[in-house]
């Protein structure tokens, strides 16, 4: 019969340090994770905030489509016209990076929907007229642009703003 094995007291504390290097290790890369997930976090909400500045650049340069006659714009010239549908979904992609950056119970929603208030005759329109339009955006977009929408009372086929 073999005799037990002794251990020296000792060697008692080297499985306990590998226990212990282990739970360290864990905890390192749950950290880790935790820091990607928060520069991700940053990150979108630096490029929200560099696309809504740049909305708001081009909105300074074109204040005809900031505070649009829709009806004046739709008898306008195809430039014009081309232009503003540009104008108005650079600010549909600027309301979207924000909305998915920040979240939609934020004060960027009531900037986004302040801004969109006065394009919403146009959206409507163009909703009816062409709805593959709107796919090109997410849905929480395509739902903040039909609350938007039902809060300012716009429904076609009229496609007006209710009288404030």
């Known amino acids: 019969m073999a005799a037990a094995k002794k251990y020296q007291w000792w060697q008692g504390w080297g499985n306990l340090a590998q226990i212990t290097s282990a739970l360290v290790a864990i905890f390192g890369f749950g950290a880790v ?3 990607l997930n928060e520069i991700r976090t940053n990150n979108r909400a ?3 905030r560099q696309v809504y ?3 708001m650049d081009l909105e300074f340069r074109n204040p005809q489509f900031a505070a649009p006659d829709y009806d004046k714009i739709k008898t306008a010239d195809r430039d014009t016209r081309s232009r503003y549908e540009t ?10 990076e924000a909305l998915a950056a920040f979240g939609i119970q934020s004060e960027w929603r009531n900037s986004c929907e302040y801004d969109v208030k006065g394009h919403l005759p146009y959206l409507c329109e163009k909703m009816a007229a062409d709805p593959a339009f709107f796919g090109a955006f997410s849905a929480r977009t395509q739902d903040f642009i039909k609350s938007a929408m039902a809060r300012a009372g716009v429904t076609g086929p009229a496609c007006k703003l209710k009288a404030a």
């Open 33 to 35: 994770l935790l820091q």
């Open 46 to 48: 630096a490029s929200a």
């Open 53 to 55: 500045l740049a909305y």
């Open 87 to 96: 104008f108005a979904s650079y600010l549909l992609y600027a309301c979207e």
